[in-house]
């Protein structure tokens, strides 16, 4: 149906910036919303920010003012710029595509594999 691959994790030290990366690739026509969730351990799985379609954004009260998601439609590629960031931010990030448009009439949902993210002091 659909795949995205992410790439950009990694480790590095408080303070310091990453840039995810997330494509969808297979057989659609758009799709809604893209986001990007992170797990922590011992922690549930949580939003950190999603970007519809149109551009509108939401991001969680912890990333706020620190991260950044943006789309590129044409290339159905979602970015995560990461900066200032903190040991809390230690997680396994994951991408989402949210109402994918296979057929018509027809949507699913899609989670990439994951991308660890270690911030250390």
């Known amino acids: 149906q659909v795949q995205l691959v992410e790439s950009g994790g990694g480790m590095v030290e408080a303070g310091d910036s990453l840039r995810l990366s997330c494509v969808a690739s297979g057989s659609f026509f758009s799709i809604n919303t893209m986001g990007w969730y992170r797990q922590a351990p011992g922690k549930q799985r949580e939003l950190v920010g999603a970007?519809?379609?149109?551009?509108?954004?939401n991001y969680a009260d912890s990333v706020k003012g620190r991260f950044t998601i943006s789309r590129d439609n044409a290339k159905n590629t979602v970015y995560l710029q990461m900066n200032s960031l903190k040991l809390e931010d230690t997680a396994v990030y994951y991408c989402?595509?949210?109402?994918?448009?296979?057929?018509?009439?027809?949507?699913?949902?899609?989670w990439g594999q994951g991308t660890q993210v270690t911030v250390s002091s």
């Open positions: 970007i519809k379609s149109g551009g509108g954004t």
């Open positions: 989402n595509a949210d109402r994918v448009h296979i057929a018509l009439g027809t949507f699913v949902d899609c």
